[in-house]
């Protein structure tokens, strides 16, 4: 498990799920994750729910904002200056789904689409670092790009946030994402036979998967991909009962 107080340029920090049924949500990740909530009132009339573990931030919770709007977990990058992220993105073929704005006194951010498809948020701290603790059960620990177009995606993120990728395994094509020298994502080719859109996917660890998934299939959620073994450990991945895709791993974290 890993405190964090700061995020340098570059690294994951956050993430949210906006989901069509928040009560449903906070049921299932509480008992999943051992998360406390706290429902925090927000502009418009909404509410934002923190989730937190030992009295720390580690997640976050949210109605969907646009009727049609599909339930997703989203994965926030910290950047230094948000507004020129957005800005960057767009001239290296990307595009800016959400203009940059504030969130109080939170921080500032902006919701982007890489040239591949994918969607991630960039964050500006403000009051809000994002995660205070990451790389454990119940924390997010691990965030990967699915997609058709691994070449198109390392070079966007290469210039936009001078990532390094090293190839990890050809089979399937998987390649480590790197700030500096501690390992931030990770990449996964998407077979082109498979449809699937490119996307970010964010995974939190367990201690026990077995247990873990029947805990999301009791609550209506199901498996997308069965226990499998990975360098390190084993992961599965889920679906919740409205429709938001996560990881779940266990075995070896990060400090």
């Not at 049924?21 to 009339?45: N, R």
């Not at 990975?230 to 938001?244: E, F, L, T």
Request: hydrophobic share 40%; with cysteine.
């Amino acid at each position: 498990m890993g405190e964090r107080t700061h995020y340098e340029h570059g690294t994951f920090s956050w993430t949210d799920l906006a989901t069509t049924d928040p009560d449903a949500a906070k049921s299932l990740y509480s008992d999943l994750f051992g998360w406390e909530m706290t429902d925090q009132p927000i502009s418009g009339g909404g509410v934002y729910s923190m989730a937190a573990r030992d009295g720390r931030a580690v997640a976050a919770l949210s109605q969907v904002q646009r009727t049609g709007q599909p339930p997703a977990w989203n994965a926030y990058v910290t950047v230094d200056d948000v507004d020129a992220a957005a800005a960057r993105a767009g001239e290296l073929g990307g595009s800016v789904a959400a203009e940059p704005f504030d969130v109080m006194d939170a921080g500032r951010m902006t919701v982007l689409q890489d040239p591949t498809g994918a969607f991630f948020c960039a964050w500006q701290a403000g009051e809000n670092i994002g995660a205070e603790l990451v790389n454990g059960p119940g924390l997010f620990s691990l965030t990967q790009l699915n997609t058709p177009e691994p070449d198109r995606a390392r070079d966007f993120y290469e210039r936009l946030f001078g990532w390094r990728f090293d190839h990890v395994s050809a089979e399937p094509p998987y390649w480590g994402i790197y700030v500096g020298e501690r390992l931030n994502a990770g990449m996964m080719r998407l077979p082109p036979e498979m449809g699937a859109p490119a996307h970010w996917l964010v995974y939190f660890g367990a201690d026990d998967l077995d247990a873990a998934a029947d805990t999301v299939r009791a609550a209506g959620g199901s498996l997308r991909v069965e226990k499998t073994d990975v360098p390190g450990g084993s992961i599965v991945v889920a679906r919740d009962a409205q429709g938001a895709a996560f990881g779940l791993i266990s075995g070896r974290f990060d400090d």
